[in-house]
């Protein structure tokens, strides 16, 4: 027999003994997850009151009555500022588009500059771009993963106008430092809270604690109307230039009188009667499902910490986290092998959730990649293929956006942070022993994982 014939049966009979799921042994669960459903009768009955009425829109583009919309998008954002504490609410079709608003709604100039969050979606990032204004990223916190205040001052120029904070993965950013530095450049916090409704900072809750905070209403999100956002400040002046720019601004500006047409560009981000019914069900619901997001947490933590290379996630002081995804810090040194060849093999051990499927274990290693990474920011081509806005302004020629300028990030996409969904409602201790019983196995057998 040759040696690669002898090679051939040693891997063979090493399979064939494995433990492990990605070598072939039993896995840990052979069902999928129980699906993350949060609509029930309340919202279907709901949705029957508004088909039944035959109005779906009450919205009008010109200066009208139904320029704020129908009664129940008006319910809807009077139950959401009652919830949080905060003085408007303004309904929109997505949190992106709520994004776009906020940003239009602080007067925001052609190449002034927004400093923003690497480590997050794609839209938090992009809507400066849509008012010809340049995105800088600043590094994120090694803790606590949202921006941090350090990095944050440091990117801050003369042309910079606001700054993007996320509350990623379900708790607020830090808001003392970032509040101060903005209060100290006379500029403006726009809190992306789309991950993070119902946490809180100082009894406050995220979103409330910048000058104007989206929540996302997004169909995998804590609740949800399929699409959809709000916005919130406590600004008579935002809130209503963020209604003007919801719904066709230009077409009222002159009819209203409005005191500024800076910005005023014609938007549909009107939300629609059904999504409102259903929204005003759903907030409803939010304090028990973040409680049972809680405590699904800290029962899979208890057996999850005791794997000596996960590093259970942080929480800010005089915080509370929701756990719009469950992040952990992985150490290589201490696995001796590295992040993604772990997670694999976790994954193997598992099963997909339902209505789900196609998207295999909600289990992920890094996150998103860098957004600055992004062909968009690399090539610098939004509009055209000439490197506009940024070729048009000698600040934008000079940022930079290469690897390297976010260390911290990088090494969180690359190397360390492990997120899962795997702790929603719905899940029972049962399901939770499995995800734990999968981490726990392969850090077991991690042998078989070296090379």
Not at 84 to 94: D, E, L, Q, R
Not at 232 to 247: F, G, H, P, Q, W
Not at 378 to 399: A, C, H, M, S, T
Request: charged content about 25%.
């Amino acid at each position: 027999m040759n040696n690669s014939q002898t090679i051939k049966n040693e891997k063979k009979s090493k399979k064939i003994f494995s433990k492990l799921a990605i070598h072939g042994g039993q896995k840990v669960r052979t069902i999928n997850f129980p699906a993350y459903k949060t609509i029930g009768k309340e919202e279907e009955d709901a949705v029957l009151s508004v088909l039944r009425s035959g109005i779906l829109s009450r919205f009008l583009g010109c200066w009208h009555e139904d320029f704020y919309g129908g009664s129940q998008v008006r319910a809807f954002e009077k139950e959401w500022a009652e919830f949080f504490g905060v003085k408007h609410a303004i309904a929109v079709n997505s949190a992106t588009s709520g994004l776009c608003i906020a940003v239009g709604a602080t007067g925001v100039e052609p190449g002034q500059e927004v400093v923003v969050s690497p480590y997050t979606m794609t839209a938090s990032a992009i809507v400066p771009l849509i008012y010809n204004a340049i995105p800088v990223f600043a590094d994120i916190e090694d803790d606590y993963f949202c921006l941090s205040a350090e990095s944050v001052e440091k990117n801050i120029t003369d042309k910079t106008k606001a700054i993007i904070v996320v509350d990623i993965f379900g708790q607020p950013y830090d808001v003392d430092k970032i509040n101060a530095i903005a209060k100290k450049y006379n500029l403006l916090v726009i809190e992306d809270c789309a991950q993070a409704p119902g946490a809180k900072y100082n009894g406050r809750y995220a979103g409330t604690l910048g000058d104007i905070g989206i929540y996302s209403l997004n169909y995998h999100k804590h609740i949800h109307t399929g699409e959809g956002g709000i916005v919130v400040t406590n600004s008579d002046d935002l809130a209503e230039k963020m209604r003007m720019i919801r719904n066709h601004a230009e077409a009222v500006v002159d009819d209203r009188n409005f005191h500024t047409n800076v910005n005023m560009l014609g938007f549909n981000f009107r939300m629609p009667e059904i999504e409102a019914a259903i929204g005003r069900e759903q907030l409803k619901k939010l304090p028990i499902f973040i409680e049972q997001r809680i405590e699904n947490v800290k029962y899979l933590e208890c057996r999850l910490s005791k794997i000596p290379c996960l590093h259970m996630p942080k929480v800010r002081a005089n915080s509370s986290h929701v756990y719009y995804v469950h992040p952990i810090k992985f150490d290589q040194n201490i696995a001796g092998v590295n992040r993604d060849k772990f997670v694999d093999a976790v994954k193997a051990e598992l099963m997909p959730i339902e209505l789900r499927e196609s998207e295999g274990v909600k289990i992920g290693a890094g996150y998103v990649k860098p957004l600055y990474l992004q062909s968009l920011y690399q090539k610098k081509w939004v509009y055209g293929k000439q490197g506009f806005p940024w070729n048009l302004y000698e600040n934008g020629k000079r940022i930079s956006y290469q690897k390297g300028i976010c260390p911290i990030t990088e090494r969180m996409y690359e190397q360390e942070l492990i997120i899962h969904e795997l702790i929603r409602p719905g899940m029972t201790k049962k399901d939770l022993d499995d995800v734990a019983q999968a981490f726990e196995k392969v850090w077991e057998c991690r042998e078989e994982l070296y090379e």
